[in-house]
């Protein structure tokens, strides 16, 4: 059984560049939530899609966005990068049937220079 | 909004219980979870509980909940150095909030280190 993947691994960007990351979910899973964890702090929620709909958001700015695909896999883009966005960002799965575990995957380490 | 705090660092010897202590300020938050961490790695979820429940064992993992004070401690038995890692606390309003699954609200993490 496959657990939560994410793509690339790591990611060097310059700043006002643009990055897409992607996001498979766990088997089963239909729900996928985007963090993102600074170097030395907890991850903080960004978005959550679940039917290819953004149904919560962060306080994060529209520079961050995202898609789900209807194979439940996701995207998350960032535009015009700055240095404060470099941190892991974090894909997280669940489904929505009553049961709240959220399945992590092993984060992109995007660095912005 | 909701806040969650964690003590940042926790020393043990290898055999010794580690007990990591979490409080959160949302007395909403019907979900609660701890994740471990270890360097370069994403997330493992290790136990949740709810709100409705006091304590919760599974192997060497015990769960205590303080509804009253919004107080939340991981115990874990036997302490090895594969323990080493970053203990998150987490909590979650759950679904009864926007008809979704509740973001999870991290504390800054625990970082536990097992001496041998």
């Known amino acids: 059984d496959a657990g939560v993947t994410q793509s690339p691994t790591h990611l060097i960007k310059t700043r006002g560049q643009q990055v897409t990351l992607r996001c498979s979910p766990k088997s089963g899973h239909d729900t996928v939530s985007w963090y993102q964890q600074a170097l030395g702090q907890g991850p903080q929620f960004i978005f959550q899609?679940?039917?290819?709909?953004?149904?919560q958001r962060g306080n994060f700015p529209d520079r961050f966005s995202g898609h789900q695909f209807p194979n439940y896999s996701s995207e998350l883009n960032v535009n015009a990068l700055l240095l404060g966005d470099s941190a892991l960002y974090l894909c997280a799965s669940s489904f929505r049937d009553g049961t709240y575990e959220q399945y992590f995957g092993p984060g992109t380490r995007l660095t912005v220079t | 909004g909701e806040d969650v705090e964690q003590s940042l660092f926790l020393s043990v010897r290898e055999g010794d219980s580690s007990v990591i202590n979490c409080t959160y300020t949302?007395?909403?938050?019907?979900?609660l979870y701890w994740y471990k961490q270890e360097p370069g790695a994403g997330l493992q979820l290790l136990t949740y509980i709810f709100s409705n429940m006091d304590m919760k064992q599974d192997q060497r993992l015990t769960v205590l909940l303080n509804k009253k004070d919004k107080h939340l401690s991981l115990r874990i038995a036997d302490t090895q150095t594969g323990d080493s890692a970053i203990y998150f606390c987490a909590a979650s309003k759950g679904p009864n909030y926007g008809g979704s699954q509740g973001n999870l609200i991290f504390g800054k993490g625990t970082k536990l280190s097992v001496k041998p």
């Open positions: 949302d007395s909403s938050s019907t979900y």
């Open positions: 899609y679940y039917e290819e709909e953004e149904r």
